[in-house]
């Protein structure tokens, strides 16, 4: 059985830093490209980032770009994500899923996203940004 548990959120102040964490079980993680969505209060579902499956690659929306580091650790089969300087835009429930994001996503620009675009989805960690 597929399973993908994250950790690391909380509550932090805007400017504030939080790193999430993915467990995965249930199958060969380190042949699986990875990626973060997450959701915010009231709106739908939007791609973060991703990292192709030996961590050579990465990729992020143009509002985390230098702020968001996407890791992974294939030995660990945990997928990272720190969030430096984060805004009180950036509330939302984070996801670790599996799989790239649909090619339109790459354009770096905000990308909706929905559940079939993804294999495997976690149950999502929340993160909120407030003073």
């Known amino acids: 059985e597929v399973q993908l548990v994250e950790s690391g959120g909380g509550l932090v102040q805007p400017g504030g830093s939080l790193r999430l964490s993915c467990a995965a079980s249930?199958?060969?993680?380190?042949?699986?490209?990875m990626s973060w969505v997450r959701q915010a209060p009231g709106k739908g579902l939007e791609w973060v980032s991703n990292?192709?499956?030996?961590?050579?690659?990465?990729y992020y929306t143009d509002s985390v770009k230098g702020r968001f580091t996407i890791s992974r650790d294939n030995a660990k089969n945990t997928l990272y994500l720190q969030m430096n300087n984060l805004k009180t835009e950036d509330t939302a429930v984070y996801f670790c899923?599996?799989?790239?994001?649909?090619?339109?996503?790459?354009?770096?620009?905000?990308?909706?996203?929905?559940?079939?675009?993804?294999?495997?989805w976690g149950q999502g960690t929340q993160v909120t940004v407030s003073s």
């Open positions: 899923v599996t799989d790239q994001p649909p090619y339109r996503c790459y354009s770096g620009s905000r990308c909706a996203v929905s559940r079939p675009d993804f294999s495997y």
């Open positions: 249930g199958f060969t993680f380190s042949t699986y490209d």
């Open positions: 990292i192709h499956s030996g961590g050579g690659s990465t």
